[in-house]
Structures are given as structure tokens and as C-alpha cells.
């Protein structure tokens, strides 16, 4: 079976200071800021590579937050999003799919065993 996953989006990493961050990713790896789009009311903060790849996005967390951990989330782009489907249905493992959330781009997210959500994308 041909394997879907054709490489690294981004992975998102909860801050409580999203400049402090930037700065950080900024001057240590030499990656440039840029405000991603509004998702969910929420303002994407992204940092990106010399070709201009979104690869490291921030998210803020409230100090009061529920979550462990500083991964939010990995995404990874895909092609074959009814084979990634049916793997998933396969498995019992419980999906959502998002259309709309950004142009062009169909999102499967699921959580892993250790807890670590994924988010599929694939092109339209």
C-alpha cells in the first residue's frame, strides 16, 4: 500500500508568550515571523522557513490551561484522504474531518496513544 503521508506541515506549540517565542525562533533559528489567519477567532502566529513554509505555528495558552505538554498538535500534509479514512474507521480510532478552515485544504484530525493530536491535511 503506497504510504499517504508526503511530509512535515507544521507542529504547534502552546506559549504563554507568543513574542517571547518569536523571538526565540527568531534568533536562534533564523525563522520569520509572520501573522497567520484567523482560526476558530483565534490569531495564527507563524514562523517560517528561508522558502516561506508556515513550519512552526504558536498558539497561546492560558496559564490556567487544562493542557500538558507544549505540542498542541502535528500536522502532516497527505495525499489519499479516503484511504486515511478508512484506516482510521479500520482501527476504531475516532476522527473529525474540517473543510473550510483554510482555503483549499480538507483536515483529518485524530489523537494518537500518547495523546499527541494529529492533524491530517490534504489538498483539494
Known amino acids: 500500500m503506497p504510504m499517504p503521508v508526503q511530509g512535515l506541515d507544521h507542529i504547534n506549540i502552546r506559549t504563554t508568550?507568543?513574542?517571547?517565542?518569536?523571538?526565540?525562533?527568531?534568533?536562534?533559528?533564523?525563522?520569520?515571523y509572520t501573522a497567520g489567519p484567523l482560526v476558530r477567532g483565534h490569531q495564527g502566529h507563524w514562523l517560517c522557513d528561508s522558502s516561506g513554509n508556515a513550519i512552526i505555528h504558536l498558539r497561546e495558552k492560558s496559564t490556567y490551561s487544562p493542557a500538558t505538554g507544549s505540542i498542541d498538535h502535528i500536522a502532516l500534509r497527505a495525499d489519499g484522504q479516503d484511504e486515511m479514512v478508512r484506516r482510521l474507521e479500520a482501527r476504531g480510532i475516532e476522527f473529525k474531518v474540517a473543510e473550510g478552515l483554510l482555503p483549499g485544504i480538507t483536515q483529518v484530525f485524530f489523537i494518537d496513544p500518547h495523546g499527541i493530536p494529529f492533524e491530517i491535511q490534504f489538498s483539494r
Do not use: P, W
Not at 508568550?17 to 520569520?32: I, Q, T
Open 17 to 32: 508568550d507568543v513574542m517571547a517565542s518569536v523571538r526565540f525562533y527568531e534568533d536562534v533559528l533564523g525563522l520569520k
